[in-house]
C-alpha cells in the first residue's frame, strides 16, 4: 500500500510539511466543515491512516468502510476522541490516538480567562462601552467577585484538571476536587481536598469541569447539581458541552440560582441552547480551549507523528487503548 494518509479537514501546515517532510502522501481536505461520510470513506481509499477532527463522527458503519479500504490508524486532532467508535476500531485493529499533554497547560489557561471573565462581568463592561453608555466612575458599575481567598471546586483532576488548579496557587485558594482517584500532586502543593460531587458543588465559589466525556459524565451537572450551588457561584465548562445540561443551566442563570457561567464547549455544537443567547450573565467563547498559535501546531504535529508511525507500520506515540 502508498505511503498515503487522508486529513478529513484543515489543520496547521506545520503537520502537513512534517508528513511530507517524510515522504508521506497527503491528502487534505481544506475545508473547515466535515466531510459526509460517503465523501470520507471515498477518500480514505488507498490510505494506511486518517487525520480526523472532532466533528468527524466515526461510527462502526465507518469504521467497517475504513477496515475494508486498508486503513490501520484513525489519528484524532484533539485530546478527546468521543466522536470516534473506540472499542469497536479496536475489534477491527484499527489504532485511535490523540494529542495528549500538548494542549493542558493552553486549555487550562482558557478556563482561568473565562473565570476571570465571568468574577469580573468583562463582556457586560465591554458592551456597556460599546454601547457608548460609560459616563464615569459609579461605585456600583459592574460589580463583580473577588477571586483570592475563596473556594475553587475542579470536577476532574486529570492532566488539565490539575494544570488548572496549580495556577490557583498565586491567588490563594481552598482547593476540592472530585475524581476517581486521589491526586496526590494537588494534596501536596496546593492541600486540595478530594471531595464527593455534591460537596463541592455546595462549598465552591468557582467550580471548574475538566473530566472527558461518556454515558457516565452526560448532564453530570442539571438541575439538581444546580439546586445545591451557592447563589454567587460562577461555573466554567471547558471540557465537553454535554456533561452541562443546557436548558437547566438556563434557567439557573435566568432565575439567579448561581451567579454566572463561562462556557467554551456546548451539548449540541455548533448548536446553542436558544435561551442562552439571551443572558447577560454568561460568557461564551466557540471552542477555543487550545487555540493558540503554538498549541495548535503542536498538535497538528503530534497528530502526524501518530500517523506516519502506523504507515511505517510501527505502534503509534499516543494511542487511546
Not at 456597556?128 to 477571586?147: H, M, N, P, Q, S
Request: glycine share 4%; net charge neutral.
Amino acid at each position: 500500500m502508498r505511503k498515503k494518509i487522508f486529513i478529513s479537514q484543515k489543520i496547521p501546515e506545520a503537520g502537513i510539511n512534517y508528513l511530507k517532510e517524510n515522504k508521506i502522501e497527503v491528502d487534505v481536505n481544506y475545508s473547515t466543515k466535515p466531510l459526509k461520510k460517503e465523501e470520507l470513506i471515498l477518500r480514505s481509499k488507498d490510505c494506511k491512516a486518517i487525520i480526523t477532527l472532532l466533528s468527524d463522527i466515526i461510527d462502526k458503519e465507518v469504521i467497517d468502510a475504513l477496515a475494508k479500504n486498508g486503513v490501520k490508524g484513525i489519528c484524532n486532532y484533539a485530546v478527546g476522541y468521543n466522536n470516534i467508535d473506540v472499542n469497536y476500531a479496536k475489534e477491527k485493529n484499527i489504532y485511535v490516538t490523540n494529542t495528549p499533554d500538548v494542549l493542558t497547560n493552553t486549555t487550562a489557561e482558557l478556563a482561568w480567562a473565562l473565570l476571570f471573565a465571568a468574577a469580573r462581568r468583562i463582556v457586560e463592561a465591554h458592551k456597556f462601552i460599546e454601547a457608548r453608555k460609560f459616563t464615569g466612575w459609579e461605585c456600583d458599575l459592574f460589580l463583580g467577585y473577588d477571586v483570592s481567598y475563596k473556594n475553587l471546586g475542579v470536577i476532574g483532576a486529570g492532566r488539565i484538571g490539575t494544570a488548572f488548579a496549580l495556577m490557583s496557587k498565586g491567588f490563594n485558594m481552598n482547593v476540592y476536587y472530585y475524581d476517581k482517584f486521589h491526586n496526590s500532586e494537588l494534596e501536596t502543593k496546593l492541600n486540595a481536598k478530594k471531595v464527593d460531587l455534591n460537596e463541592l458543588l455546595k462549598i465552591s465559589d468557582f467550580i471548574s469541569i475538566h473530566l472527558s466525556y461518556s454515558s457516565e459524565t452526560k448532564y453530570l451537572i442539571s438541575e439538581k447539581e444546580f439546586e445545591l450551588m451557592k447563589s454567587n457561584a460562577i461555573i466554567i465548562n471547558t471540557a465537553r458541552g454535554a456533561i452541562i445540561k443546557e436548558k437547566a443551566l438556563s434557567e439557573a442563570l435566568k432565575n439567579k440560582k448561581i451567579a454566572y457561567a463561562g462556557l467554551d464547549v456546548f451539548e449540541n455544537e455548533p448548536e446553542i441552547y436558544e435561551e442562552l443567547y439571551n443572558l447577560d450573565n454568561i460568557v461564551m467563547a466557540p471552542h477555543i480551549g487550545s487555540g493558540t498559535k503554538e498549541t495548535r501546531d503542536k498538535m497538528a504535529i503530534t497528530a502526524a507523528q501518530n500517523a506516519l508511525k502506523i504507515v511505517n507500520n510501527e505502534a503509534p506515540l499516543n494511542p487511546v487503548y
